[in-house]
């Protein structure tokens, strides 16, 4: 059985909850200041938006600087915490423009396509920079779905999210 690297999971499980976290918290502290949708409100044949107005410009551009910025501190390279914002935020674009064509309202939670791609995109991206294993990929998957799941229900308790997933 392939060796798990448990502190770089730790670490990039560390990136995610940053690169995924950091919208949420903006949005509380901030609220609509700087809160333009990135899809600028365009919506599609379907007339469903093509991301929804819950991803925004603000979102997304702070998730990547927060994470970037973050790496350091935990000891990885800013460019790996640039990946993985990047890789994180296009696994949450992609969950959403799917949710919008399965006509289902932003901020509404489909359980596994709210976790799977914004974690599995990034750790899939840092085996080209990491030595992580296939096995490394799956746990940082699986402990983000799981940890996803009961920090958004901590989050709603303590009205930073608008809705429990």
């Not at 379907?46 to 970037?68: M, Y």
């Not at 790996?80 to 935020?89: E, K, N, Q, R, S």
């Not at 309202?105 to 489909?110: L, T, V, Y």
């Not at 914004?118 to 750790?123: F, G, I, K, N, V």
Request: hydrophobic residues 50%; charged residues 15%; glycine residues 10%.
């Amino acid at each position: 059985m392939p060796h798990v690297q448990p502190l770089i999971v730790a670490q990039v499980l560390g990136l995610l909850a940053l690169a995924n976290g950091t919208p949420v918290i903006a949005k509380k502290i901030l609220g609509a200041v700087l809160a333009h949708p990135l899809d600028g409100g365009i919506t599609l044949a379907d007339g469903q938006p093509i991301f929804g107005h819950s991803k925004t410009i603000r979102g997304v551009a702070l998730s990547i600087v927060a994470t970037t910025l973050g790496a350091p501190l935990i000891g990885m390279d800013w460019t790996i915490g640039l990946l993985v914002a990047a890789t994180a935020m296009l696994g949450d674009l992609f969950s959403s423009f799917t949710k919008r064509r399965m006509k289902l309202a932003p901020g509404s939670m489909s359980l596994g396509l709210d976790q799977i791609p914004e974690s599995l995109l990034p750790a899939l991206a840092c085996r080209w920079v990491l030595p992580i294993t296939v096995v490394d990929i799956v746990l940082m998957s699986a402990l983000f779905f799981v940890g996803e799941l009961g920090v958004s229900r901590v989050l709603y308790t303590f009205k930073i999210r608008d809705r429990p997933y």
